[in-house]
């Protein structure tokens, strides 16, 4: 079970990650838990400060764009 | 160069539609067409090019660079990188906490995020190619001045007591030398990498402006076609001193960015508004949008957030006045 939070302010891109994340999650049957997170005091936590970033247990592994396909793939499968 | 555009102009609007050169109409149909084949493609080319360059610029590097230095410089850097970084106006909540958490004072903070819808290389772009290299200049100049002096007024008053407590605390903290350090150890980037950048930021920035760049134009146009010849120039032409807070007040209800504003600048130019009027009012709809100042909020008391907002109206229209007062010289 991967714990997958998506930090950012509510804009589009934000919710496409989201998406994204849970489409690929589900493509591989990798059971993953998805949630935003648009609290500023959460995103300064992770010191984050460019959105959408995306953290998988507690760890930020992107930030700054849509992640691509190939990279979901590759963070999921670990 | 840029002959093309208005050839095509020509064309289209005169041969294919068969409008008169000497309508209201030809005239607004022929502004739109140039202007908006031109703007695509100029914006497309010169985003790519310039996305190249500062592939290796982000948010990030510009708060470790920032958190190092002294305050004067820090202000007019702030101010600058505002301009130069590129990073979505949804970002600024965690730019404004990621700069503050690494105890950069407010009012630096301040001077990027202020700067930053103003100047960018779009708007540089389409300044240059509509309203020439003088005006450019002066947008450009004023731009950042804006920045700079909005930035020490804020420090001078001690606008971090007006942060919310979670803001103030993590400032406060980094400021005890307790800084969070993130290391940004990126490796530099190769060709390929940048080219991929900087064709996403093509994309990413043409799919996101191209229908202000169609409105903007659109409005253009329309005063091109509606507001009869001269009427702009004989009412206002002058500068009336009252005409500048008027167009600042004008523009805080309007929204766009500085790249549906700019075609708008053009036509009232050339329509004889003076400068300083049409700087004013541009600046302020660009920089003083509610929807955007309502984000900062979630970081800043009303009372901050008030502040800032009147000084932004007073910087413009004193920067209307003062370019008014000096438009004889350009």
Known sequence: MKDIKVLGSGCTKCSKTAEQ?????????????????????????????????????????????????EQIQAWLSD | MLDVFTQLADWLAYSVIGLSANTKLGDAV??????????????????????????????????DYLADKNRSLGYVLGSV??????????????????????????GITMAFLLTSPLINEVAVLLLLSLVGW????????????????????????????????????????????????IP???????????????????LDIFSRVWKWVLIGVGLGAALHGVVPNGWIEQHLGAGQWWSVPVAVALGIPLYSNATGVIPIMESLLVNGLPVGTTIAFCMSTVAASFPEFILLKQVMLWRLLGTVFVMLLVSFTLVGWTLNAFSALL
């Open chain 1, 21 to 69: 994340l849970q489409k690929v999650a589900k493509e591989l049957g990798v059971e993953a838990n998805v949630t935003k997170q648009m609290d500023p005091q959460v995103i300064m936590h992770y010191g984050v400060m460019s959105t959408p970033a995306v953290v998988i247990n507690e760890q930020v592994v992107h930030s700054g764009s849509i992640p691509h396909k």
């Open chain 2, 30 to 63: 022929h502004f739109f067409i140039e202007d908006v084949s031109k703007i695509y493609v100029l914006l497309v080319i010169m985003i790519y090019l310039i996305a190249l360059l500062r592939a290796a610029l982000n948010v990030e590097r510009v708060r």
């Open chain 2, 81 to 106: 990188f505002g301009a130069v970084t590129p990073f979505c106006s949804c970002s600024s909540i965690p730019v404004f906490l990621g700069f503050t958490s690494a105890g950069i004072p407010v």
């Open chain 2, 134 to 181: 003088k005006v450019t200049l002066l947008y450009v100049l004023v731009g950042l001045l804006t920045g700079i002096l909005g930035g020490i007024f804020l420090d001078a008053i001690k606008a971090e007591r007006w942060l919310r407590d979670f803001a103030l605390k993590a400032l406060q903290h980094a400021q005890q030398n307790n800084r969070i350090d």
């Open chain 2, 184 to 202: 940004v150890d990126k490796p530099p980037l190769t060709f390929k990498e940048r080219h991929q950048f900087a064709r996403q930021e093509a």
